[in-house]
């Protein structure tokens, strides 16, 4: 990782909303944006090391606003701390809105990763990872 992209963030995820997203009202479900911000704190924890990474936490998950069908909803990523084993993930949620093409925060959220191997136990991301820890 380049240190002058350390608190940059990138696209991580794109996704349209879909019908199938939404809930009676119309709105996406928050649950569908959830996954995606767990997708997305993945895709940037990886950049650090091909291990296993799971979610030890998600923090901060207030909906500043809807999304609905037809959004194209940007999952946005920086690393704001590493450790031993783990890596803190910032995500910013943003929504193209449909019918005028507006930008709108959604939510922002705080993850923490942590690099496992194939039996679960924390691992130092800075390792090799060893036949069968990739995922």
Known sequence: ???????????????????????????VFGGVILSSIDQAGYLEARRHGLHRWVTASMEGVQFLAPVFTGDVVAFRTRTVGTGTSSVSVEVLVEAERYATGDLVEVTRACLAMVSVNAAGKAIPFNAPPTQGDSS
């Open 1 to 27: 990782m380049n240190p002058a992209d350390h608190h940059e963030f990138r696209t991580a995820l794109r996704s349209l909303m879909m019908p199938a997203d939404t809930n009676h009202q119309g709105t």
